[in-house]
C-alpha cells in the first residue's frame, strides 16, 4: 500500500478494504447525478477524506449483523452529511486551506458553495427515502440540525469571555459526535441490533466523536480560531487546561471502550476498539 497515502489518511492501513468499499459506493452515488452541474464539485468535495464516519457505520452494521447495499447506501449519507458541513464550516471560518488543497468555496466560489450544501442535503433525503426507515431518517435530520446548533452557538462563544469547558464540550458534541454516533447508530439499526445494541453502539459513537475531536483541538492547539484557544487565553495556567484536556480525552475514551462491552466479540468489535486507540493524544 502506498506509504504517502497512509500518511494522508492513517485509516487506511487498517480499515483499507472498508474505505475501498465506501469509496466505490460512493461512486457509484455520484454516477446517478453525472449529467448534473454539481458532479464536479461534488467529486472535488469528496476527494482526501478520511471516511472515519462511513467506516464506524460498516463496523457497526457487521458487528451486529452484516453489512449490506444498504449499510454501504446510509454510508453515503453520513459522509454527504460531514461533506456538507465541511463546505459550509470553512466558509464560516474563512479557510484558506483543507487537506493540502483549496477549501471549496476557495476553489468554486461562495455562490456554488451554499448551492451544492443544499444539493447535498437532497442527496441525504433521496438515500433516506431509499432505506425506507422512518428511525434513520429522523436520526440524520435530527443530527443536521444539532450540527448547525452546534455551529451557532460557538459563533455566539467566539465573542463571549466566559467560556467554560461545558461550553467546550456541548460545541465539540454537536458539531462533531453526533455525527460519529448517528453513523454507529445507523448502522446497528440497518443490520438488526438489538435496542440494547443500538443504545450501546450509538454512545460509543458519540463518546469517540468527542474524544476524536479533543485530540484534534490539542494537535491543532495554535488555532486561533479553534474554542479551546479561548480556553487556554482565559487560563492563568494554559499546563491547567492542556491537563484538564488530556483528562478529559482519556474519560471520553473510556466510555467508549465501555459502551462496546454489550457488543459480541468479532472483528469488526476489535476494529471499533481500533478507533478509539486512533483518538490517543500525541504531540
Request: glycine share 4%.
Given at each position: 500500500?502506498?506509504?504517502?497515502?497512509?500518511?494522508?489518511?492513517?485509516?487506511?492501513?487498517?480499515?483499507?478494504?472498508?474505505?475501498?468499499?465506501?469509496?466505490?459506493?460512493?461512486?457509484?452515488?455520484?454516477?446517478?447525478?453525472?449529467?448534473?452541474?454539481?458532479?464536479?464539485?461534488?467529486?472535488?468535495?469528496?476527494?482526501?477524506?478520511?471516511?472515519?464516519?462511513?467506516?464506524?457505520?460498516?463496523?457497526?452494521?457487521?458487528?451486529?449483523?452484516?453489512?449490506?447495499?444498504?449499510?454501504?447506501?446510509?454510508?453515503?449519507?453520513?459522509?454527504?452529511?460531514?461533506?456538507?458541513?465541511?463546505?459550509?464550516?470553512?466558509?464560516?471560518?474563512?479557510?484558506?486551506?483543507?487537506?493540502?488543497?483549496?477549501?471549496?468555496?476557495?476553489?468554486?466560489?461562495?455562490?456554488?458553495?451554499?448551492?451544492?450544501?443544499?444539493?447535498?442535503?437532497?442527496l441525504i433525503l433521496a438515500i433516506s427515502s431509499r432505506l425506507d426507515n422512518a428511525r434513520i431518517t429522523k436520526d440524520l435530520a435530527t443530527?443536521?440540525?444539532?450540527?448547525?446548533?452546534?455551529?451557532?452557538?460557538?459563533?455566539?462563544?467566539?465573542?463571549?469571555?466566559?467560556?467554560?469547558?461545558?461550553?467546550?464540550?456541548?460545541?465539540?458534541?454537536?458539531?462533531?459526535?453526533?455525527?460519529?454516533?448517528?453513523?454507529?447508530?445507523?448502522?446497528?439499526?440497518?443490520?438488526?441490533?438489538?435496542?440494547?445494541?443500538?443504545?450501546?453502539?450509538?454512545?460509543?459513537?458519540?463518546?469517540?466523536?468527542?474524544?476524536?475531536?479533543?485530540?484534534?483541538?490539542?494537535?491543532?492547539?495554535?488555532?486561533?480560531?479553534?474554542?479551546?484557544?479561548?480556553?487556554?487565553?482565559?487560563?492563568?495556567?494554559?499546563?491547567?487546561?492542556?491537563?484538564?484536556?488530556?483528562?478529559?480525552?482519556?474519560?471520553?475514551?473510556?466510555?467508549?471502550?465501555?459502551?462496546?462491552?454489550?457488543?459480541?466479540?468479532?472483528?469488526?468489535?476489535?476494529?471499533?476498539?481500533?478507533?478509539?486507540?486512533?483518538?490517543?493524544?500525541?504531540?
Amino acid at each position: 500500500m502506498d506509504r504517502k497515502n497512509i500518511e494522508i489518511n492513517p485509516l487506511l492501513e487498517t480499515y483499507g478494504k472498508y474505505i475501498q468499499r465506501i469509496d466505490q459506493a460512493l461512486d457509484n452515488e455520484l454516477a446517478i447525478y453525472s449529467e448534473s452541474e454539481f458532479i464536479e464539485p461534488l467529486k472535488y468535495s469528496l476527494e482526501g477524506g478520511k471516511r472515519i464516519r462511513p467506516i464506524i457505520l460498516n463496523l457497526a452494521a457487521e458487528s451486529v449483523g452484516k453489512i449490506d447495499e444498504n449499510v454501504l447506501s446510509a454510508s453515503c449519507a453520513v459522509e454527504f452529511l460531514h461533506m456538507e458541513s465541511i463546505i459550509h464550516d470553512d466558509i464560516i471560518d474563512e479557510e484558506t486551506m483543507r487537506r493540502q488543497k483549496e477549501p471549496f468555496h476557495v476553489k468554486y466560489g461562495y455562490n456554488t458553495s451554499v448551492l451544492t450544501g443544499d444539493f447535498v442535503l437532497g442527496l441525504i433525503l433521496a438515500i433516506s427515502s431509499r432505506l425506507d426507515n422512518a428511525r434513520i431518517t429522523k436520526d440524520l435530520a435530527t443530527t443536521a440540525m444539532l450540527m448547525s446548533e452546534g455551529e451557532m452557538i460557538e459563533g455566539r462563544l467566539e465573542t463571549s469571555e466566559d467560556v467554560t469547558f461545558d461550553d467546550y464540550l456541548k460545541v465539540i458534541e454537536y458539531k462533531t459526535a453526533t455525527a460519529f454516533q448517528v453513523a454507529a447508530r445507523t448502522g446497528a439499526i440497518i443490520a438488526n441490533g438489538s435496542e440494547e445494541q443500538i443504545e450501546a453502539l450509538s454512545e460509543y459513537g458519540i463518546n469517540l466523536g468527542i474524544a476524536y475531536q479533543i485530540r484534534d483541538d490539542l494537535l491543532d492547539w495554535k488555532n486561533e480560531d479553534k474554542l479551546f484557544n479561548l480556553l487556554i487565553k482565559k487560563s492563568s495556567d494554559p499546563r491547567d487546561v492542556f491537563n484538564k484536556m488530556e483528562e478529559l480525552l482519556k474519560e471520553y475514551s473510556e466510555k467508549a471502550r465501555s459502551s462496546l462491552r454489550k457488543v459480541p466479540d468479532s472483528d469488526a468489535k476489535i476494529n471499533l476498539d481500533n478507533l478509539i486507540k486512533f483518538t490517543s493524544f500525541k504531540a
